[in-house]
């Protein structure tokens, strides 16, 4: 069976990264988190004390960081030249340093370079803003997965309060309309439905019916490719 390069995008809080995780287990896929890897780069330049505005010096920065993507016991771990950050990169400081340096082009120039290398070969469930549209256009399967602001807000605010961070679900909700606006207005790979990806809206569905129906949209696309490719 020939194995797909899937590509998730969407707005912040949509649930990319749980779907992504969810469905790569279920079809034997690699799981690869883009978003980690800006989270990353960002939390370096915040510990160096870099601007997020200094285009250059974080386009240096991300050209001397390693980055490395494992997961020794089914759950993604995110080393930054070989320190375990998994959650030090979780933060609501990180996220929008994050979104703030994500809009540098030579900085986004290196991570594409990198995740293009990852899953050249197929076999991985990639997410982000611009898996479908810029880093994989020619993606086997693209999913644009959606959910109400109000529900993305909530989603992230729980995922706050698990971790003990305090901020409230007014605030997350701001910061939710500012990151979408950002995403959308960025001059460089902006968030944007690639025309061939199939629009899924989670706002009233369950993490596990999300991915079924994703799995089974893989699971056709596999057959015909494979089918193709014996014609």
Do not use: C
């Amino acid at each position: 069976m020939m194995k797909l390069i899937i590509a998730i995008d969407g707005p912040v809080g949509s649930g990319k990264s749980t779907l992504a995780r969810r469905v790569a287990e279920m079809l034997g896929y690699v799981y690869i988190d883009t978003g980690a890897m800006y989270r990353a780069v960002a939390l370096k330049a915040l510990r160096r004390k870099i601007s997020l505005e200094a285009a250059d010096a974080l386009e240096s920065l991300a050209r001397e960081t390693r980055i490395d993507l494992r997961a020794p016991d089914g759950r993604q771990q995110v080393l930054l030249d070989a320190e375990d950050v998994t959650a030090a990169i979780r933060t609501p400081e990180v996220a929008q340093a994050a979104s703030k340096a994500a809009v540098i082009p030579g900085l986004r120039h290196v991570l594409v370079a990198e995740q293009r290398r990852a899953g050249e070969q197929g076999g991985v469930v990639m997410e982000g803003r611009d898996i479908g549209s810029v880093v994989f256009p020619d993606a086997g399967l693209k999913i644009f997965l959606t959910a109400s602001p109000e529900v993305r807000a909530e989603r992230r605010w729980r995922e706050h309060e698990q971790k003990g961070d305090k901020i409230s679900l007014e605030r997350t909700l701001e910061e939710i309309h500012v990151r979408d606006r950002r995403d959308r207005e960025r001059a460089n790979s902006p968030l944007v439905r690639a025309e061939d990806a199939v629009v899924v809206d989670s706002t009233a569905m369950e993490p596990e019916e999300v991915a079924r129906l994703v799995v089974m949209l893989a699971r056709e696309k596999e057959g015909a490719a494979t089918s193709a490719g014996r014609g």
